[in-house]
């Protein structure tokens, strides 16, 4: 045997292990571009921008002349309908538009980017309000709507309750000011009860969730002396880089493995690779597994869904603690967004499953912003004894700020209240039948939408192939539904909506769907499949 052909077998079998796990890493990941990020910014930078012009814009699913025409008064009817009832929100909405780069942002991203032109010309809404109080807002033009925007998950138990822990917390730390540096003794109260309520040992306090899921991950990988991080396909933990890869980011995965949920392939990664610092789960997840957050402005056709398997995904969790355990890997719940909607104790109260570390945010500052991580000693330990210039350091001038922990201490004690255990009694089933309400009532009326829930965090889905699904968010802003900018992706329900309250929301429903239905949005027959869709918008694009 030649020297050359025994160097290359060599090479050959020192290159076979790297080879093997690269595979069964990609074996790992969702097959859609959601589960390959790299590939996701490859072709989201080929996509070429477009619009329609208003004969494309109303018959872009090869509809007839008379509904087109039909759909064009529907749309100017409804635009100036908006105009006409919110005039003072939606002028100061494109007046501060022009400083604030959010309001542009949302704004342009409400429908899908062809639509996005002449929507944002003519379908205005407004982004201010003036007040909000039980399970509503109203707007500077003195409207009101039903609220289902739930401050992005921060509103889990009404406008009033937070005023209350605002203004209560405020005047328990009325005497410090804004002194930092020093801690008000409430600080003390508040991270006794964080323990109780995360079982875990140790607390540090950030300014916002995303803060806080950067210092957990920090953390693991100091601790560990791992560099990788494992995420969940489409799972959103923070819009920083490690956690966020893909689109929407400018630099590459690099440390980040984002995984497919609940699959035997990502659990053989975990315990075969030695790489990983962390498991970051956001248990929302569940409600729409490996796929992105759910929003209108990719809702091209009706092919979105979601559904939520509560026994599926406990045990799901508690397969992925035992790997993480057997593997030295930091399991790290990032409840930032579902953290006391669920339960008292959170997610891992609610699924049984204890992590390592836990991240909070939005709700728990009691109207404030906050972001708190909660963990094992060993790993909320920043620094080596043995080696003292290795440190781990994470530090913000605002970590506990006395009024964020004056409205933390009040929200503590008031989800202790038995006011408050008394809404947690039997929440999955009083939210469970509303959906079941809910979609009996769009079958009854033989209305083309569906809604999904892991408790009081629904999404619809569409049941009939269309492409202009994202209208109806306009005609539920025109019966007084208070929407986030994602539209109907996902609804936040804050849990003090009695049954006449979400009555109420379900009337408006209906209304707003026969609306859409009337103006001929949904015609049956125009475009056969949710394919014929996807194919004529490649043709759209190439053109």
Known sequence: ???????????????????????ELSLAKHPSLTGHSRMAKRVVSWLPGYGFNEDQFFNCDGASNFTAQERRKAFYVLAQTLQDRHPKSIAMTAQAREGIADLQFTGA??????????VRQHLKVGAFIQSADGVCVTDLDGHRFHDLTGSYGVNVFGADFYKDCMREGSAKVESVGATLGAYHPCVETNVAKLKSISGLDEVSFHMSGTEAVMQAVRLARYHTRRKNLVRFCGAYHGWWEDVQPGPGNPMPPRETYTLRDMHERSLHVLRTRKDIACVLINPLQALHLNQSAPGDSSLVDSSRSAAYDRTAYTEWLKALRQVCTERGIVLIFDEVFLGFRLAKGGAQAYFGVQADMVTYGKTLGGGFPVGVVCGRADLMKRFRPERPADVCFARGTFNAHPHVMGAMSVFLEKIDSPEVDAIYQDLDACWDARRALFNATMEQHQLPLRAANMSSVWSLFYTEPSRYNWMLQYYLRAHGLALSWVGTGRLIFSLNYTDSDFQAVLDRFVAACKDMNAAGWWQPGLVPTNKSIRRRILKEMWA
């Open 1 to 23: 045997m030649s020297a050359q052909l025994v160097l290359s077998l060599s090479a050959i079998a020192l290159a076979l292990p790297f080879v093997k796990k690269r595979l």
């Open 109 to 118: 991203y409400r429908v899908p980017f062809q639509f996005s032109p002449l």
